[in-house]
């Protein structure tokens, strides 16, 4: 590999500038990511809008009611993070992160 005056590049140059530059596979593999990403988004929307249809859900009923009680609040949040325990002990290999 040459530079800009003809000169021959040293080999540790020519590697560096060879890796610098994304290949193709990475490329279309972090394209393909990001479409994937937008539409697992999108679809779960559409899940989340279609059981609260199917199921008659009054959200708004919901997050009224979730916002002014807390003992509905620390009850569920008590019942989750049960759950999450259990699942993480029962198991392993299907660990839930916990944020």
């Known amino acids: 590999m040459f530079d800009v005056e003809g000169t021959p590049l040293p080999t540790a140059q020519v590697a560096i500038k060879a890796s ?8 279309l593999m972090d394209r ?8 697992a988004k999108g679809v779960a ?3 989340g809008i279609l059981v609260a249809f199917l ?12 916002s002014q009680d807390s003992v509905i609040r620390s009850t569920i949040t008590q019942s989750e993070s049960q759950r999450i325990d259990y699942i993480n002990i029962e ?7 916990s944020y």
Request: net charge positive; proline share 5%.
């Open 55 to 66: 199921t008659n859900t009054d959200t708004f009923h919901l997050v009224k009611r979730l």
């Open 20 to 27: 610098s530059k994304p290949k193709l596979s990475d490329r």
């Open 91 to 97: 198991k392993p290999e299907r660990r839930l992160k």
């Open 45 to 47: 929307i559409l899940i």
């Open 32 to 39: 393909a990511s990001g479409v994937y990403k937008r539409n």
